[in-house]
């Protein structure tokens, strides 16, 4: 876990999914909401500032090319937004939202002091309206 509140947390996609690679985010509502249109004003206000800190954080631990975000949810009927990275030197012929299997793997050791280093940048408190 990088940080949580009383209405949002912020994990890494866990390295057993997909190409285990760093910087890849999840936003999530605490309480169940299966999409956007389900969050109250509070929780988007929440979702809102955890996209743009984790974003802030990638770019800053990470230093990669890009950051996207992406809000997909077919798989899951829970309000997830994804906060990733495109690593600096990826091919053009990679997708924006592909993994690229010849990128920086981790394991779970590096996972964990990484995420303690994102988590650095979630220390101010947000205010909801």
Do not use: K
């Not at 190409?19 to 988007?44: K, Q």
């Not at 800190?53 to 009927?77: H, K, M, N, Q």
């Not at 053009?92 to 964990?112: K, P, R, Y």
């Amino acid at each position: 876990m990088i940080y949580t509140d009383d209405l949002v947390v912020v994990t890494h996609r866990p390295l057993s999914e997909g190409v285990p690679m760093p910087g890849y985010l999840f936003v999530e509502t605490i309480r169940h909401a299966a999409t956007l249109a389900d969050l109250s004003d509070a929780e988007g206000a929440a979702i809102g500032w955890a996209v743009r800190r984790a974003a802030y954080a990638l770019r800053t631990e990470l230093s990669p090319e890009y950051v996207f975000s992406a809000i997909t949810g077919r798989s899951v009927a829970h309000f997830h937004q994804h906060v990733f990275v495109r690593p600096a030197g990826t091919p053009e012929t990679v997708d924006w939202f592909a993994s690229w299997s010849n990128g920086q793997h981790i394991d779970e050791s590096v996972l964990a002091v990484m995420c303690e280093r994102l988590a650095t940048h979630f220390t101010q408190n947000h205010v909801t309206p």
